[in-house]
């Protein structure tokens, strides 16, 4: 069993976008749709964002999109707001276990 | 609403055991996978345990397997782990989570608010 690789730091401005990229294997991100990012702010429980790889659940702004190619996955964050800053993590299945990233702490700047 | 509350979590000393319980409400608590992740302080989450809705299947992280034991009771809309042979890296906030439906091994769209672990002499 392995973890999912995020970069462990990424920022923006208000307004901009960011990309949180997401690298696993074959047998995890690249073997499957079944694939979520959470956010956690300090202090807080992890909030589901996304889901099946590029599903938003109900109240998430579409500011989050999700998507997959290969091996990476990737959370965008369009229109960046001071809120937004948290720290994101992926999550995948991985035949008999769930794996995730080791987290991408977003700063807005 | 949706509420998951854990309980259990205390200071152990290595070697030691340890309950934790999750009390779910607000939904239908034998229609759903449920979780639990654990996250150490001021590090990243960690997969720990999942199981089925009706208890007929568990999963393990390899970090756990053999020691921990996840379980419920739906007439009691309640989750818990049994932790044994504790460990300082099992050090950690422990979350309870629910999962989107009957086979969520990914989507958890509820989390309880933790309940802390601490493994130490």
């Known amino acids: 069993q392995s973890a999912l690789t995020q970069p462990r730091s990424v920022s923006g401005s208000p307004g901009q976008s960011v990309t949180i990229s997401c690298t696993g294997t074959?047998?995890?991100?690249?073997?499957?749709?079944?694939f979520s990012w959470y956010q956690q702010h300090p202090g807080k429980a992890p909030k589901l964002i996304i889901y099946?790889?590029?599903k938003r659940p109900s109240g998430v702004p579409d500011r989050f999109s999700g998507s997959k190619s290969g091996n990476t996955a990737s959370l965008t964050i369009s229109g960046l707001q001071a809120e937004d800053e948290a720290d994101y993590y992926c999550c995948s299945y991985a035949g008999s276990y769930t794996s995730f990233g080791g987290g991408t702490e977003l700063t807005v700047l | 609403e949706v509420q998951l509350v854990e309980s259990g979590g205390v200071v152990v000393q290595p070697g030691g055991s340890l309950r934790l319980s999750c009390a779910a409400s607000?939904?239908?608590?034998?229609?759903?996978?449920m979780h639990w992740v654990r996250q150490p302080p001021g590090k990243g989450l960690e997969w720990v345990s999942l199981i089925s809705w009706d208890a007929g299947s568990t999963y393990y992280a390899d970090s756990v397997k053999g020691r921990f034991t996840i379980s419920r009771d739906n007439s009691k809309n309640s989750l818990y782990l049994q932790m044994d042979s504790l460990r300082t890296e099992d050090t950690a906030f422990y979350y309870c989570a629910k999962g989107m439906d009957s086979s969520a091994w990914y989507e958890l769209d509820y989390w309880g608010q933790g309940t802390l672990v601490t493994v130490s002499s």
């Open positions: 074959s047998f995890d991100v690249g073997g499957f749709n079944y």
């Open positions: 607000g939904f239908t608590f034998n229609d759903y996978m």
């Open positions: 099946d790889v590029d």
